[in-house]
């Protein structure tokens, strides 16, 4: 894994809070099976000691990740998150063409089931769970001889693997997402998710503010080949 220079993950800094384009694959804190191999926190750490962490995304997404600067920053950051009043908006490409325009998944959810630590639909023992799904665009497979799509989705919650779940449970896994049974592909070798915007308020400004990232080459690459029907 090619690792870009810190300085090029790098959307948005001040004196409170350090906003970054995490690249996919990269996890965010050290892998339990890989100690040893790189990490986000690890390389920002270099250039900005003071770094504390806020929230997370799974090793194998991408995209926009807010980071605190100050003790005062982590506090106001974390309640933002703790009471869900940021918002997060996910870009995916989906397996199969859905037949609504948007739909609210409400399954229940119980994480690290089994030895693959899979996140399961549970409506007995589950935690709520919420995600709005918005179909961007619909992609026609070429001679795959099935479609795709362009979805954003946007959690209400933040429960483990939530997204890829409730694709899943809709019948539309993503892309790539091989640990919820979507088919082999050779159009990215990751569950086709990026975090494409983060909106909360500046923790001493006070001001909204909303941060994009622009999508990874392989999420692009992949999106191109399904148009062009390879």
């Known amino acids: 894994m090619e690792i870009p220079p810190v ?16 690249p996919a694959s990269l996890p965010v804190l050290p892998d339990g099976w890989e100690p040893d191999a790189p990490y986000l926190v690890k390389l920002l750490l270099e250039k900005y000691p003071e770094l504390q962490v806020v929230h ?24 933002q998150f703790e009471r869900h009043s940021t918002h997060k908006t996910y870009h995916s490409i989906c397996v199969g063409v859905p037949k609504w325009d948007e739909h609210t998944a409400k399954h229940k959810l119980r994480v690290n089931v089994g030895h693959s ?13 919420e995600t709005r799904f918005v179909v ?6 070429g001679g795959r001889g099935q479609g795709f799509a362009l979805l954003e989705s946007i959690p209400a919650t933040g429960r483990t693997h939530q997204i890829r779940v409730h694709a899943f449970a809709l019948g539309h896994p993503l892309l790539g997402d091989s640990l919820y049974s979507a088919p082999r592909t050779e159009l990215i070798d990751r569950p086709a998710l990026h975090a494409q915007s983060l909106t909360f308020i500046h923790p001493t400004s006070a001001e909204e503010l909303t941060f994009s990232a622009p999508y990874p080459l392989d999420f692009k690459e992949a999106l191109e080949n399904i148009r062009a029907g390879q």
């Open 56 to 79: 997370r995304l799974d090793k194998v997404t991408s995209g926009v990740m807010v980071f605190a600067r100050t003790p005062e920053a982590h506090r106001a950051l974390n309640m």
């Open 7 to 22: 300085r090029k993950l790098i959307l948005y800094e001040d004196a409170d809070i350090l906003v970054v384009n995490k």
């Open 136 to 141: 961007l665009k619909r992609l026609s497979g």
């Open 117 to 129: 630590h899979r996140t399961v639909v549970d409506n007995g023992q589950g935690k709520p769970a």
